[in-house]
Structure formats: structure tokens, C-alpha cells
């Protein structure tokens, strides 16, 4: 076999390990910090072993690296670089399938009203104490990274814990990404209290990937 059919072949390793929507998924989860395969599967809605037989796809390319501790078993992303790929499959989607553009505009455009606030702006607009961040993703991902000064209710919480937000500022909500829903979630729920809210174009892995400022707090 000529060399370059070789590589090509080693690329398509790559291309067949992401096929499947739900490798997708966990690639998206483990871009916000890494996760024991417990919580993976709670996560993705997939069982314990059919969550662990994606994560050795995806480690027999090593796109992921594993850990042991005690009982459980942690993953994540092998290098920043596969953070990236995900971001790349949905731009070249987004740009190239109309499909994408119909459910994009069905269930998240028609749902939002208006548009996601860009990151540049809600960079400006946090430093100037203009507007609250708020991160709705489970705080173990808060812990790992999140926009400086944003406030962490998980989403599940949001509801009981309206309390905690000043009521006369505006609200950027944000979580894992363009098409996590739990950002979108919680807009719709600070709305339907009377709160002016919006949220971020995407999410910490964009924003990451954009060179912005990063916090991270220790693990309690």
C-alpha cells in the first residue's frame, strides 16, 4: 500500500470514532472538564456500558486519555486540539447542510426571540458591571473553568434560586455551547419572572478557543 493511502487511512480512524452522534455529545461534555464515566452517561442519557464502549472508540484513536480512581473510572480530551474538532464538524454543517439551518432556526432561533449576545460584547459589557453572567451548567463544570464574575446556578436550581440575582440588572445566561439548551432553558425561565435576560452566542469552549479569560476554583 502507497505511504500516502497509509495516512489516509490512520485519518479515517479518526472520522469513523466520530461518526456516531453520541461520541459527539461526549467529546462536547469532556470539553468542559473531565468526567468520570457515571457521569458521562448521566449526562449523555446513555447506560454506564454503552457510554464506556464510546469512550474506548474514542481512546483507541486517543482522542481521549483515562484515569483510575478507586472504582471509577475519568476521562478527558487528550489535547486542546480535539476540543476543536466538534466546533469544526458543526461549522462545516452549519455552512454546508441546509438541515442544520432548519432545525437551528426551529428550536433555538424561533424558541430565543433575540439575538445571542457575541462574546466580545458580553466581555465588555461584564467588565463595565453592566450585566450579570450567569453559568447554568452543573458546577463541577463551573469549578473547572468559567467566565470571570459569573455567578454559577445550575440550571436545575435556577428557578428556586431567582432570589440571588439582582432584579433590576440584565442577565447573559450561558453553558456548554451554540446548541446546548440549558442556556435557553434558563432565558425562558427568567423572562417568564418579568427578568430581562439573553444568552451568549455560545459557550466556554468557544470562548476558551477565542483567547478570552478563563477562572477556575478549587474543588471543594
Not at 484513536?61 to 466546533?87: D, I, M, Q, W
Not at 430581562?196 to 477556575?216: Q, V
Request: proline letters at 7%; aromatic letters at 4%; hydrophobic letters at 40%.
Amino acid at each position: 500500500m502507497k505511504p500516502k493511502r497509509r495516512l489516509y487511512q490512520q485519518f479515517s480512524r479518526i472520522a469513523k470514532a466520530v461518526s456516531s452522534p453520541s461520541r459527539l455529545e461526549l467529546l462536547e461534555i469532556l470539553a468542559q472538564g473531565e468526567r468520570s464515566v457515571e457521569a458521562l452517561a448521566k449526562e449523555a442519557d446513555l447506560s454506564v456500558a454503552n457510554t464506556s464502549h464510546h469512550l474506548q472508540v474514542l481512546r483507541e484513536v486517543r482522542l481521549v486519555e483515562a484515569r483510575k480512581e478507586g472504582l471509577f473510572v475519568h476521562y478527558r480530551l487528550s489535547g486542546g486540539e480535539v476540543e476543536a474538532l466538534p466546533r469544526l464538524l458543526r461549522s462545516l454543517g452549519e455552512r454546508h447542510l441546509s438541515e442544520v439551518g432548519d432545525i437551528v432556526a426551529r428550536y433555538f432561533s424561533d424558541r430565543d426571540g433575540l439575538e445571542p449576545v457575541p462574546r466580545r460584547e458580553l466581555l465588555e459589557r461584564a467588565r463595565a458591571g453592566t450585566v450579570l453572567v450567569l453559568d447554568v451548567r452543573p458546577a463541577d463544570e463551573y469549578r473547572a473553568g468559567h467566565i470571570p464574575g459569573a455567578l454559577s446556578i445550575p440550571l436545575p436550581e435556577l428557578a428556586r434560586r431567582l432570589g440571588e440575582l439582582p432584579s433590576r440588572k440584565n442577565v447573559v445566561a450561558y453553558c456548554r455551547g451554540p446548541y446546548c439548551i440549558m442556556a435557553l432553558r434558563a432565558v425562558e425561565i427568567l423572562r417568564a419572572r418579568g427578568r430581562s435576560a439573553r444568552r451568549l452566542e455560545d459557550g466556554l469552549p468557544e470562548w476558551r478557543a477565542a483567547g478570552l479569560p478563563i477562572e477556575k476554583e478549587p474543588s471543594p
